[in-house]
């Protein structure tokens, strides 16, 4: 007999019969490449939050599997190896339901408006996958910095308008393969303007103007995108946020929607 063998304590049963709905480890560095539009693909750094329920008689999870379940994937992490994934972990850790969220910052190279000078933009998404009993959904998120001018502002002041960065997050889910950058260029159609990395002279000078042209609400800018979301016959499914972060008030603006699309007979 192997004396060296250590028993796990998290094996063991529990008799206080209580369930835990979520049970795993969060906010794990992984490295990942993700589909890129015009690249190909991109290289980035994500943060895992990965999860499963916990029965009442289980004293514990195994927390190693999950990292193993990461690590099996190296790198080749995407929307398409979330339901495998997910899977994975319902069968290694014995659960009935399970839960991941990848969180990662995105780069997409804008051209300035006027200028034409290229520069990188930020974006921060995330892919959420969960399955139990009745299958498996996943979800994508966006938050999209855009520029909002204040209609009010502009209609009762003899000069100007005041304007602020606001962050729009569209989630998603979707029933064909949809890429980042469609839905970044969705929101950034609905703003007074978009943001950008870099900007010239006469690029700012457009911008501004362009968003004086364009004055949206935090309620028009949700209503906008919803409509256009509504109109992408590939999305099943939304909710869309705007919070502007207001540079005359010490508060922000925000508003939501969300809708789970009718589905053809």
């Given at each position: 007999?192997?004396?060296?063998?250590?028993?796990?304590?998290?094996?063991?049963?529990?008799?206080?019969?209580?369930?835990?709905?979520?049970?795993?480890?969060?906010?794990?560095?992984?490295?990942?490449?993700?589909?890129?539009?015009?690249?190909?693909?991109?290289?980035?750094?994500?943060?895992?939050?990965?999860?499963?329920?916990?029965?009442?008689?289980?004293?514990?999870?195994?927390?190693?599997?999950?990292?193993?379940?990461?690590?099996?994937?190296?790198?080749?992490?995407?929307?398409?190896?979330?339901?495998?994934?997910?899977?994975?972990?319902?069968?290694?850790?014995?659960?009935?339901?399970?839960?991941?969220?990848?969180?990662?910052?995105?780069?997409?190279?804008?051209?300035?408006?006027?200028?034409?000078?290229?520069?990188?933009?930020?974006?921060?998404?995330?892919?959420?996958?969960?399955?139990?009993?009745?299958?498996?959904?996943?979800?994508?998120?966006?938050?999209?910095?855009?520029?909002?001018?204040?209609?009010?502002?502009?209609?009762?002041?003899?000069?100007?308008?005041?304007?602020?960065?606001?962050?729009?997050?569209?989630?998603?889910s979707a029933s064909e393969f949809i890429w980042i950058e469609e839905l970044i260029t969705l929101v950034e159609a609905e703003a007074s303007s978009p943001i950008y990395g870099l900007l010239k002279r006469?690029?700012?000078?457009?911008?501004?103007?362009?968003?004086?042209?364009?004055?949206?609400?935090?309620?028009?800018?949700?209503?906008?995108?919803?409509?256009?979301?509504?109109?992408?016959?590939?999305?099943?499914?939304?909710m869309v946020e705007s919070e502007n972060f207001e540079s005359i008030h010490n508060h922000s603006a925000y508003a939501r929607i969300e809708r789970i699309k009718p589905q053809p007979a």
């Amino acid at each position: 007999m192997n004396a060296c063998i250590i028993e796990d304590i998290q094996g063991r049963a529990d008799s206080r019969r209580i369930a835990i709905d979520k049970v795993g480890i969060k906010d794990i560095l992984h490295p990942v490449r993700v589909k890129d539009k015009s690249c190909g693909e991109q290289h980035t750094v994500a943060r895992f939050d990965m999860y499963v329920n916990l029965p009442h008689d289980f004293k514990g999870t195994h927390m190693s599997r999950f990292v193993e379940i990461l690590n099996s994937h190296d790198r080749e992490i995407s929307i398409a190896s979330f339901p495998v994934m997910l899977q994975e972990m319902l069968s290694r850790l014995e659960a009935e339901s399970g839960y991941i969220e990848m969180r990662f910052p995105y780069f997409v190279d804008k051209a300035a408006p006027v200028s034409g000078v290229r520069s990188l933009l930020d974006y921060q998404v995330s892919f959420i996958g969960e399955i139990d009993n009745t299958g498996c959904r996943i979800k994508v998120k966006i938050v999209v910095p855009v520029t909002s001018l204040c209609p009010c502002s502009k209609e009762i002041s003899e000069r100007g308008a005041h304007n602020q960065r606001s962050h729009v997050t569209i989630t998603v889910s979707a029933s064909e393969f949809i890429w980042i950058e469609e839905l970044i260029t969705l929101v950034e159609a609905e703003a007074s303007s978009p943001i950008y990395g870099l900007l010239k002279r006469p690029d700012e000078k457009y911008v501004t103007e362009y968003a004086y042209d364009h004055p949206k609400f935090v309620e028009d800018m949700v209503r906008d995108v919803a409509a256009m979301l509504d109109a992408e016959i590939r999305i099943t499914a939304y909710m869309v946020e705007s919070e502007n972060f207001e540079s005359i008030h010490n508060h922000s603006a925000y508003a939501r929607i969300e809708r789970i699309k009718p589905q053809p007979a």
